[in-house]
């Protein structure tokens, strides 16, 4: 059980271009996120998703796009990377509304380090 | 979600209990309070969370105030490997409000 894992560990972007960053989980879980964290912040939601074809916007969704084609994924897309999206990305995945408990609880991968110059 | 407030930093002696502070003044009735730590740039770590009983868990205990307006978690015998960041954060929990609002927590040191 590796519980989220998150593909790639780094990358280094030039601005313009475009990358997906994958989230993969093994927990079953129905929901998952996407958040960045910058420095000396807290982490922020770009967008979410309460299963397998559905995404919704989180707080900072601009300039990203999200898929949700398997239950078990959720990629993040830069279409265009800008220096600003310069940030460390989190997914996490959680049972979802209704699981009750502990079950409620979100489950984090390891982050994704992007530099965007 | 209510908004929260919590000390910049706190420093405890090892083996000691850790007690971090958090105010939730404007909390509602249907709101949970919520504790994740983040070790080190790793991805957050769910700690304990509770709604307005005092909550215990293998990693900690969860003291909500009778009020509601602030609760305190204690980490009863800290270790080295507990120095982190530490989020306190509020949240009704229902369908449409997944999301977890992260404010900047207290970063918490455990000396030796």
């Known amino acids: 059980n590796a519980g989220v894992t998150q593909t790639p560990k780094f990358r280094v972007l030039k601005t313009g271009q475009s990358m997906t960053l994958l989230c993969a989980q093994d927990?079953?879980?129905?929901?998952m996120y996407w958040y960045r964290q910058d420095p000396g912040m807290g982490l922020r939601l770009i967008h979410y998703?309460?299963?397998?074809?559905?995404?919704a916007k989180g707080e900072v969704p601009d300039g990203y796009n999200v898929s949700r084609l398997k239950k078990q994924n959720f990629l993040l897309g830069l279409e265009s990377a800008a220096p600003s999206q310069t940030s460390v990305y989190f997914c996490?995945?959680?049972?979802?509304f209704g699981a009750g408990g502990r079950q409620e609880t979100q489950y984090f991968g390891p982050g994704t380090r992007l530099l965007v110059l | 979600d209510a908004k929260t407030t919590q000390p910049t930093s706190m420093d405890c002696a090892e083996g000691r209990a850790a007690n971090l502070p958090c105010n939730h003044s404007?909390?509602?009735?249907?709101?949970?309070v919520y504790w994740y730590r983040q070790i080190h740039s790793q991805g957050p770590q769910y700690i304990i969370h509770?709604?307005?009983n005092n909550e215990t868990n293998e990693m900690a205990s969860l003291i909500i105030t009778e009020d509601r307006k602030s609760s305190t978690l204690i980490l009863p015998h800290a270790t080295l490997r507990d120095t982190a960041v530490y989020y306190c954060?509020?949240?009704?929990?229902?369908?449409?409000?997944?999301?977890?609002?992260f404010g900047t927590g207290t970063r918490l040191t455990i000396i030796p």
């Open positions: 996490a995945s959680s049972y979802g």
């Open positions: 927990m079953n879980h129905e929901y």
């Open positions: 998703s309460v299963g397998e074809g559905t995404t």
């Open positions: 404007t909390i509602s009735g249907n709101e949970y």
């Open positions: 509770g709604l307005k």
């Open positions: 954060i509020v949240r009704v929990y229902n369908f449409g409000n997944e999301k977890l609002t």
